[in-house]
């Protein structure tokens, strides 16, 4: 049949619990992972969005989470350090608002 789909295979990789501890060779594997602020940056984007900032910081967070997903966490960090300060951005510009209202 020459219509017919072919098979598809995914090839799965194995779990390994050594995901998501941190790479560094001096850092103890018990050391906290960098945060990455997703709900953070989740909840400014629904409900307090001034000037698009929400997006900004969803992107970076997200961003974030993929860095630590892959294990570079002086990406993570970096990405980390931005949705935070957009976030806090976010929260000092509503604050004014309320205040000014």
Excluded: H, Q
Aim: some cysteine.
């Amino acid at each position: 049949m020459e219509g017919s789909p072919c098979a598809v295979s995914i090839a799965l990789v194995p779990y390994s619990p050594e995901w998501g501890k941190p790479t560094a060779p001096d850092s103890s594997p018990w050391a906290p992972l960098p945060r990455d602020f997703v709900l953070w940056s989740f909840f400014n984007t629904v409900f307090c969005n001034p000037c698009c900032l929400g997006f900004l910081a969803l992107a970076f967070s997200i961003k974030a989470r993929d860095c630590k997903v892959l294990g570079d966490m002086s990406g993570t960090v970096s990405y980390g350090k931005t949705a935070k300060y957009l976030n806090i951005t976010i929260l000092v510009l509503i604050i004014l608002l309320i205040m000014k209202v």
